[in-house]
């Protein structure tokens, strides 16, 4: 079967089908290979997990001669973290165990075939008597709905005890039933103290460098920054410096040759996983929060990871209403702007337009009072709060619509010279719902001002405005035509 990797445990019978990952460490392997921990005493982080009697321990406890009592099953689990936080490890671990047999799936190359194939096996071996089976999945976010819909009955009975690894949020990748039968186990990204850790047992330890070559101290520092809590990305780098080093007849690993080795740190960020959606979320609310460095740092980080620079632009445009309204009416125009420019200019080059869209965003006045007033208008409609037009309001163009009132008593604003009259707008018993609220804030503030005189005349509330009173008028016509 394609993608399958069988360790079987002590007389378990024939020889073990195992290839790739899961066979014993040759000399040559990659150093981050040889710096597997064997036993959960040398794994770093996730100490979190690591209580007594946590899923982690029960299911990796056989590999530490810890074995559970007989006919005990440990529970399924799906562990969720990003690349280098140790889920391949942890399947290396249960793999070591001793009572069980270890099944390992790559959902690159599976398929519902291949899934059935090991869930009958292990069937058959349970009811002989044999080794209780783990079935090990890895990237289990690509498998689709119906591979994971075969492992349910398989997990739910435990014929099979699933361990499966994720570098996307499993409640967006995996289906509800499957994930309801599993413990979900959060592996969060290693410090940078457990990096400088590793990165130290490997130049020390026989399995990895084992004193060839020392490294300084601001080579360690380059290294564990790049490597972003990827202890997998910290090794790498690791020997490739040592590899440039040892080259050159270097005796240690200084911070230039550190640099060469390892030219740019590759970024984590996934444009079809969650990690696109943290980013953006960010992005957005660091505007919205007026931090214009760190917007500018989501944007490059977008722009870096090869995120399409429409779909950046739209939620600026987005973001200029929702955020800034009318605080600042110039924000829409300007972020539409920018929109179009990645229509017409396109990258590299819009990434400034790009910035400089952000940075008058992030600095605005900001406002939600456009937000707050649509939704309360959404939810009277809702509600069945929407009566009939008002017969002078409708259309009076057609023929025959006079005979039936329409248009009849309409007063036309320009014939006034405030620009305003008295007139019922609003379907009946909606005329004093009061949707938009402006804020204090930017260009806002003037509309705060205005607004209540506006609201005044058209309503017919309050003391009415003279036709004499020309202050008045003059400055509801000034301000309505700013």
């Known amino acids: 079967m394609d993608g399958l990797f069988e360790v079987q445990p002590p007389g378990g019978g024939s020889d073990p089908v195992a290839t790739g990952a899961f066979t014993d460490v040759a000399a040559d392997s990659p150093l981050a290979v040889r710096m597997r921990p064997v036993t959960l005493d040398e794994l770093v982080g996730q100490q979190h997990l690591l209580a007594p009697g946590a899923p982690l321990r029960q299911l990796v406890g056989a590999a530490n001669g ?43 190359s599976a398929g519902v075939k291949d899934v059935r194939a090991v869930i009958d096996t292990a069937r058959r071996e349970r009811r002989r008597g044999g080794p209780p089976t783990v079935l090990f999945i890895d990237e289990v976010h690509r498998f689709s709905k119906t591979q994971q819909d075969s492992l349910l009955a398989a997990v739910e009975d435990r014929t099979v005890t699933l361990l499966a690894a994720t570098t996307e949020n499993p409640y967006f990748s995996v289906i509800s039933p499957l994930l309801s039968r599993c413990v979900l186990l959060t592996l969060q990204p290693l410090t940078d103290d457990d990096v400088r850790a590793l990165l130290r047992r490997a130049v020390a330890d026989a399995r990895g460098l084992d004193g060839a070559v020392a490294l300084d101290a601001d080579a360690e520092a380059h290294l564990v920054r790049l490597a972003g809590g990827d202890v997998r990305k910290a090794l790498t780098a690791l020997e490739a410096a ?45 505007i919205r929060g007026s931090d214009v460095d760190a917007a500018l740092h989501y944007l490059a980080r977008m722009i870096t990871a090869g995120e399409d620079a429409r779909f950046i632009a739209r939620r600026m445009v987005i973001s200029a209403s929702e955020d800034i309204g009318m605080a600042d009416p110039t924000a829409l125009p300007i972020a539409t702007a920018a929109a179009h420019a990645v229509e017409y200019v396109g990258l590299p080059e819009v990434q400034i337009v790009l910035a400089q869209a952000v940075i008058h965003l992030a600095l605005a006045p900001k406002s939600n009072a456009v937000v707050a007033a649509i939704g309360a208008a959404m939810a009277d409609v809702r509600s069945g709060q929407g009566g009939a037009v008002p017969a002078h309001l409708r259309d009076s163009h057609y023929k025959g619509a006079s005979r039936v009132g329409h248009g009849k008593g309409y007063k036309y604003p320009h014939d006034d010279p405030r620009g305003v009259v008295q007139q019922q707008y609003a379907p009946e018993g909606l005329g004093d719902r009061e949707y938009y609220r402006p804020t204090g804030h930017g260009a806002e503030r003037a509309v705060a001002e205005r607004l209540p005189k506006l609201r005044r005349i058209v309503r017919g509330t309050g003391a009415p405005v003279e036709a004499g009173d020309a202050s008045e008028q003059d400055g509801i016509a000034e301000e309505r035509h700013r």
Request: net charge neutral.
């Open 66 to 108: 810890l074995a559970p009592r007989s006919g005990a099953s440990p529970m399924s689990v799906i562990l969720w973290g990003p690349p280098g936080s140790g889920k391949t490890t942890i399947a290396h671990l249960v793999a070591g165990a001793t009572d069980r047999r270890f099944v390992a799936l790559s959902a690159l």
């Open 242 to 286: 040592a590899g440039a080093a040892a080259a050159q007849g270097n005796p240690s690993i200084d911070l230039a040759t550190a640099e060469k080795a390892v030219d740019v740190a590759a970024l984590r960020y996934d444009r079809a996983g969650d990690e696109h959606y943290d980013v953006v979320s960010a992005f957005i609310k660091s």
